[in-house]
C-alpha cells in the first residue's frame, strides 16, 4: 500500500504518518524509487496508534505501548499501570475543568449584565478585593 491507501484505510493524515515514520514509531520499507511501501502490519500499528492518540495517551507512552503489544512476554500489568497512570492525568483534569466551570458559573450568576459599569467578572479576574 502507498501512503494514500494507508492514509484512508487508518484514517490518520499521510502528514501524521510521515511524523510517526520520522519519529520512529512505524518503518514502513522502501521501494527501490523512494516511495514508502506499508504493509498490513504497518496498516495495523497505525490504527493502534491512531486510537491511542484519540484518547490522549502522548507519543512515549503510544511508544511504551507499542513495545508492549509487540512483546509476547510482556506482563498486562504493566500495560494496565501505564492506563492507570493515564486515567489520573484525565481525572486531575476534568477536576480542573469542572472548578474552572463552577467558578466561572458563579462569575456569571454574579454579574448583573446590565448597562452598569461594576462588573463581578472583571473584578475576579484582576484580582481586586
Known sequence: M??????????LPAKTI????DIGLIRPHR??????????????KLAFLGRARALGFTIEDCRTLLALYEDDSRASADVKQLAL????????????LQAMRDTLRELVTSCAGDN?????????????E
Open 31 to 44: 521501494s527501490a524509487n523512494g516511495y514508502r511501501c506499508f504493509e498490513e502490519k504497518d496498516l495495523h
Open 116 to 128: 452598569r459599569p461594576d462588573c463581578p467578572i472583571l473584578k475576579d479576574l484582576s484580582g481586586a
Open 85 to 96: 497512570e493515564h486515567l489520573s492525568k484525565i481525572e486531575a483534569k476534568i477536576a480542573d
Open 18 to 21: 510521515r511524523y510517526y515514520e
Open 2 to 11: 502507498n501512503i494514500g491507501d494507508v492514509s484512508s484505510r487508518s484514517g
